[in-house]
Nanobody, 121 residues
Framework: QVQLVESGGGLVQAGDSLRLSCAAS??????MGWFRQAPGKEREFVAT????????YYADSVKGRFTISRDNAKNTVYLQMNSLKPEDTAVYYC????????????????WGQGTQVTVSS
């Protein structure tokens, strides 16, 4: 069985930082991604990383502020979020894909339950 468990969300002030973690089990050699969904909005792509960690892609809205990384020895993917803005408020989801990096959520096979990030102004 495959499980993805996100953690690290919380309530912060604009300009603060958070690091989200995604602990994976029953999974190996997978591309990983982060998506988010704000109230009343569609879920959107945030970032993705290849298994080796050599290839990363970011949504324009977070580029330069967020960094995705992974530690395969710990089976964990991270999302470092700096300079947070109120518009970053959303439930953040970790996802896994069997093949190469891609932004569209329909190509991801496994999903975590999400972790709430709230950024006050």
């Amino acid at each position: 069985q495959v499980q993805l468990v996100e953690s690290g969300g919380g309530l912060v002030q604009a300009g603060d930082s958070l690091r989200l973690s995604c602990a994976a089990s029953g999974l190996s050699s997978y591309t990983m991604g982060w998506f988010r969904q704000a109230p009343g909005k569609e879920r959107e792509f945030v970032a993705t990383i290849s298994y080796s960690g050599d290839t990363t892609y970011y949504a324009d809205s977070v580029k330069g502020r967020f960094t995705i990384s992974r530690d395969n020895a710990k089976n964990t993917v991270y999302l470092q979020m700096n300079s947070l803005k109120p518009e970053d408020t959303a439930v953040y989801y970790c996802a896994a894909r069997r093949l190469g990096v891609v932004a569209a959520e329909r190509f991801y096979d496994y999903w975590g339950q999400g972790t709430q990030v709230t950024v006050s102004s």
